[in-house]
């Protein structure tokens, strides 16, 4: 079984920075893709950025295109979303989310098999 857990937010100031975590485990991850999304209250969950464990291109919502950071850690299958001058409009809760059967729909929420229960953030003006 796999399980996705979230870490890392919590309450910043308008231009500060967070790193999320999310640590995968249950399966030996390859190829697959690993990515973040987020949903605002009362919004539709949103990409945010994608990556692949077994390298290849890296994908960003063009909101967050030269302030957010996707990596991962291979050796402790750990996937990093570095975010840097966040916005108030940045707030919401942030998911980690891995699809198995590589598809190349990446920022469509629905492609992802699994789920982390995702981690709140919140930037105050």
């Known amino acids: 079984q796999v399980q996705l857990v979230e870490s890392g937010g919590g309450l910043v100031q308008a231009g500060g920075s967070l790193r999320l975590s999310c640590a995968a485990s249950?399966?030996?991850?390859?190829?697959?893709?690993m990515s973040w999304f987020r949903q605002g209250l009362g919004k539709e969950r949103e990409f945010v950025a994608a990556?692949?464990?077994?390298?290849?291109?890296?994908y960003y919502a063009d909101f967050v295109k030269g302030r957010f950071t996707i990596s991962r850690d291979n050796p402790k299958n750990t996937v990093y979303l570095q975010m840097n001058s966040l916005k108030p409009e940045d707030t919401a809760v942030y998911y980690c989310?891995?699809?198995?059967?590589?598809?190349?729909?990446?920022?469509?929420?629905?492609?992802?098999?699994?789920w982390g229960q995702g981690t709140q953030v919140t930037v105050s003006s």
């Open positions: 989310a891995v699809n198995l059967d590589g598809s190349s729909t990446w920022n469509r929420p629905q492609i992802y098999d699994y």
């Open positions: 249950g399966r030996t991850f390859s190829s697959h893709t």
């Open positions: 990556i692949r464990w077994g390298g290849g291109p890296i």
